[in-house]
């Protein structure tokens, strides 16, 4: 210790740290959450204020110089205007109350199952498909499954039913709207899984389900009352995600739900691309009509949640063991299973369909296979495919930047994002898509800069950057801050500790997060639509477009090509880490 | 009031390798016998299997029996088995009388006769009037005493303890053992204290060392 070398050494380590910290204090990261702020609630604030004005008359473009209500007397006056709005309501709560339910009761099975949670897995494992696929290819395999000539009913028939012609029933679009609530659950339910096995992560489950259960207190019955109060904060925003998004959904409403009249925001939607632009105006009040539907549900959810909270205490406090719980949690259990494999059924539908060359109506199987379907459409495939492809690169490579040097801003600065940068990644997911992308369509429109590229890209952006910040942030936080300290003592700068140290031990949930923003973004429908003003097409817009009406085997191949596309990314993610850091154990978090 | 805890030939393995190759312990209503050894040598093993929450990577075989009652099969819920571990696991999200409340069983029904059952074990750990506080506003003994209570509450047949001395600090220490071993002694119930501390054991009484069978 005596040379005057390591003296030396000692001194410059010294100094370089203190360098570090001086730069600490004003970091050449602080632009960071600025720009990506902005980046999220410019758009959103400036589309809203685009059709709250027009809702209101405002919309000098198209004649309208003053305010007045006559958008909301045209929105009232629609003949099923009312039907719109109770059965818009009706599904909204339908289905995040099944959602929610069987979510939970699914969880509260499947914990201290080792079995079950093996086959979850930390990240929800096998969910991942699921959770991949496009909202509208699961609506559009669905449509296949339940349709009065789709697969289940070739399933029975005509051996159970007698039928040898489809049936005259109306199962997609039926009036009521349930097959629309069933299409939806069948993402909902494993997005609110994946949400509550992240928040799972912080409350010591194990342990204090030991506890209640030596305290007499069944397996599921336990976690109910154990578990479930200790992460419900963590759910809450989730949760308002689902029902703002079932209440407002457009893409998967088309495919599967009621025509005539339609739910709310897929009027809002038919009014605003209507070949009368005079529709304009009460579209506008439509999705502004969306957004109070929405901010009320979530309102009268916020209030039950705290009725029920209450009720759940004194139910706690009562201390009985027995009761239907843990055979209810089981029966939802079931039912998960039952959506996962309805989804999983539904995609091979469509994969299926598009290599059919003949499928008459009650045999189970196609009566010959083909490539022919495939072959004629691939050329005009080829547009929507590298359109999806560049655009979802593209969105989620700036995504990763923005949110990256967010986080890495946070861990220089010892500081950690509060509720209020929670609430505003979930300002996207909050408020319905109708209400800010036709402004922001107006916006582009003024300036010249809609049906562009980088118009489309930014739209998917703003829904991109929430889910790539939250799923990236939970690992990043987490990750010893010793290694930076230990590279900055070995003598790199904050920099090169970034890249060569933070980077490389991150790559796994990194590759994870990118995979998610990427499957994010080839879901886009409304996004796409409007910001591309209709020219800039990619699979999933085509795929809804033709979901209206045209051949199954067409359907087939984009709803496949679709799917497809997200779970290649998925499987990249989790390849490519593996192979870059094949001799390296310990990269694993 | 209840019967002895007793272990017939029990043994733990895991992959090829054997834990506890057997061990037969009887403890007596009221006794204490201390289980001791290195980390890593199987004595919270021992008392997962002993509550039935036994990771399956393990294969276990042996009795276990409660007075003549074989609970050996019985799921964890259904084994009247108290644990208490070195954490106190309060749970969070309820007041300290809720987490009470939780433990006592609903056989009581009467509203007025379970908070006096609450009031009562709360003025047993010296805490009468905090039945309303957060758990996270007590201090660490406190937090020790009011786990216990919760666990007495469930009216166990038997009492588990996997180091539930060790996050206290060393005044605590003393004073908790001496609050447990009352506790436990005058409902006469039988103790398993697993510990690396040989102040932990209660004087006078049997110590088990597990690295003898290992």
């Known amino acids: 210790m005596d040379d005057p070398h390591g003296r030396r050494m000692g001194a410059a380590i010294h100094e370089v740290t203190a360098a570090n910290a001086r730069r600490g204090a004003r970091s050449s990261l602080a632009w960071a959450p600025f720009l990506t702020v902005g980046a999220l609630l410019l758009p959103i604030a400036a589309g809203f204020l685009g059709t709250l004005l027009p809702a209101f008359g405002y919309l000098p473009a198209l004649g309208g110089a003053h305010f007045n209500l006559s958008p909301w007397r045209a929105l009232v006056a629609y003949p099923g205007f ?68 789709g697969w289940i009913a070739r399933g029975v028939s005509p051996w159970l039913t007698g039928w040898t012609l489809p049936p005259d029933i109306a199962t997609v679009g039926d009036a009521t709207g349930w097959t629309l609530v069933l299409g939806l659950l069948l993402k909902e339910v494993p997005f609110l899984v994946l949400m509550i096995i992240v928040a799972l ?47 407002s959904v457009v893409d998967v409403a088309l495919i599967l739900g009621p025509a005539n009249p339609p ?11 209507d070949a009368d632009i005079q529709s304009y105006f009460p579209a506008a009040a439509g999705a502004i009509l969306q957004t109070l539907l929405v901010i009320s549900v979530i309102a009268l959810w916020f209030g039950a949640e705290r009725c029920a909270a209450w009720a759940g205490r004194n139910w706690i406090a009562r201390g009985d063991r027995r009761g239907l719980l843990a055979p209810a949690a089981g029966f939802a259990a079931a039912l998960a299973c039952g959506m996962f494999a309805l989804a999983a059924l539904a995609t091979i539908a469509m994969g299926i369909w598009s290599f059919a060359a003949q499928w008459r109506f009650p045999d189970a199987w196609p009566q010959a296979w083909s490539l022919a379907t495939w ?29 990256a040097a967010c986080l890495e801003n946070e861990s220089r600065r010892h500081v950690r994002a509060g509720n209020a940068a929670l609430w505003t990644l979930y300002v996207p997911l909050l408020i319905p898509q109708v209400a800010f992308l036709f402004g922001a369509q107006v916006l582009l429109v003024r300036l010249d800069f809609d049906g562009t590229f980088a118009a489309v890209v930014w739209a998917h952006l703003v829904f991109v950057l929430p889910y790539l910040f939250l799923v990236l942030a939970e690992p990043w936080r987490a990750l010893d801050p010793r290694f930076a300290r230990t590279a900055a003592g070995l003598g790199a700068s904050r920099t090169r500790a970034f890249f060569r140290v933070k980077l490389p031990i991150l790559s796994r949930p990194i590759a994870a997060a990118c995979a998610i923003a990427f499957a994010v973004s080839v ?6 639509l409007f910001a591309g003003n209709g020219r800039v097409p990619t699979l999933t817009t085509e795929a809804v477009t033709l979901a209206a009406g045209a051949d199954r085997r067409v359907i087939g191949i984009y709803a496949f090509a679709q799917s497809t596309l997200p779970l290649l990314a998925y499987v990249a993610a989790a390849g490519l880490p593996a192979i870059l850091f094949r001799n390296r154990r310990g990269i694993t978090t | 009031m209840s019967g002895s805890l007793r272990l017939e030939s029990v043994r733990i393995a895991i992959g090829a390798g054997t834990l506890i190759a057997s061990l037969d312990l009887d403890v007596a209503p009221g006794e204490c016998v201390t289980l ?13 299997y002993i509550s039935g929450a036994l990771d399956p990577a393990f294969r276990a075989t042996g009795r276990i029996l409660i007075g003549s009652v074989d609970i050996t099969a019985l799921p964890p819920e259904a084994r009247q088995v108290g644990i208490l571990f070195q954490d106190d696991l309060l749970f969070p999200h309820m007041s300290v009388a809720g987490n009470l409340a939780f433990a006592l069983p609903a056989v009581v029904r009467d509203r007025a006769v379970r908070r006096a ?15 309303e506080r957060d758990p996270a506003t007590l201090s660490g003994g406190q937090r020790a005493r009011v786990a216990l209570m919760r666990t007495l509450l469930a009216g166990p047949k038997a009492l588990l303890l996997d180091e539930p001395f060790n996050k206290l600090d060393i005044a605590l220490r003393g004073e908790f053992r001496r609050f447990v071993f009352e506790h436990v002694a005058r409902r006469e119930l039988p103790m398993l204290l697993v510990t690396h501390d040989e102040a932990d054991a209660l004087e006078g009484g049997r110590v088990i060392r597990l690295t003898e069978l290992c």
């Not at chain 1, 342990?207 to 109910?224: P, T």
């Not at chain 1, 929507?384 to 949110?403: S, Y």
């Not at chain 1, 879901?523 to 796409?528: D, E, N, P, S, V």
């Not at chain 2, 059952?117 to 039945?131: R, S, V, Y």
Request: hydrophobic share 55%.
């Open chain 2, 36 to 48: 001791m050894g290195p980390s890593g040598c199987g004595k919270s093993t021992l008392l997962a």
């Open chain 1, 375 to 403: 072959s004629r459409h691939l050329p005009e495939l080829l547009a929507p495919f590298v359109n999806t492809m560049a655009i979802g690169v593209c969105a989620t490579a700036i995504a990763l930047v923005l949110v």
């Open chain 1, 201 to 247: 992560h912080q409350v010591p489950v194990e342990r204090s389900l030991a506890i209640a259960r030596s305290l007499g207190y069944r397996r599921s019955h336990a976690w109910l009352k154990v578990v479930l109060p200790q992460i419900h904060p963590q759910l809450r925003l989730p949760i308002y995600a689902v029902i703002a998004f079932s209440l």
């Open chain 2, 117 to 131: 059952h609450i009031e009562q074990a709360l003025a047993e750990a010296d805490l009468a009037g905090f039945g």
């Open chain 1, 263 to 273: 739910t709310l925001s897929v009027l809002a939607v038919r009014w605003f691309t």
């Open chain 1, 82 to 149: 009312a039907t719109s709005v109770v059965t818009t309501l009706c599904i909204g709560i339908a289905t995040s109350l099944l959602a929610v339910a069987v979510a939970v009761g699914f969880c509260a099975f499947a914990s201290g199952r080792p079995r079950v949670a093996r086959w979850l897995g930390a990240r929800g494992g096998w969910l991942s498909p699921l959770l991949s696929t496009p909202h509208s290819a699961i609506a559009i395999g669905f449509a296949f499954l339940v349709a009065p000539s």
């Open chain 1, 523 to 528: 879901g886009q429908y409304l996004a796409t």
